[in-house]
């Protein structure tokens, strides 16, 4: 019973994480939403050139399976604006006691943001 009690007010006094003060996750979030940017970036500085109609979805074998409008180009920096918002939300809210788990969220975001700027170099080259 005394080490059931010692371990609820280690517990209790246990520092709380809070992500606003961590600065690798400050880290994170900047590279994330600079990613973002860039992917917004590259759409604007090529999209006059770009034909009308893009194929987007490839098979394996390199053959267009999906062809769409050059505006659906815009919803992968708004994805990516998203999904940083939402994991900003998911730190804020559940995140309590996991430096590693928020800050892998913030890293997956740009890793997620990364692969789309590569597959957006595919869409339109």
């Known amino acids: 019973m ?3 009690a010692s371990g609820n ?8 994480y809070r992500f606003w003060t961590d600065k690798v996750f400050y880290f994170f979030l900047i590279l994330a939403v600079l990613t973002d940017v860039a992917l917004l970036g590259v759409i604007q500085s090529v999209y006059p050139q770009l034909p009308e109609r893009l194929p987007i979805l490839f098979n394996a074998q390199g053959q267009a399976d999906l062809v769409a ?7 992968l ?3 990516v604006a ?6 900003g ?7 309590r006691s996991s430096a590693f788990v928020a800050r892998m969220l913030m890293l997956t975001t740009c890793w997620i943001g990364l692969l789309l700027l590569a597959g957006l170099w595919f869409i339109i080259r």
């Open 2 to 4: 005394a080490e059931q």
């Open 9 to 16: 007010i280690a517990t209790e006094f246990a520092p709380r």
């Open 69 to 75: 409008n050059k505006v659906y180009l815009y919803r």
């Open 77 to 79: 920096p708004l994805g």
């Open 82 to 87: 998203l999904l940083i918002l939402v994991n």
């Open 89 to 95: 939300a998911v730190c804020a809210f559940f995140i």
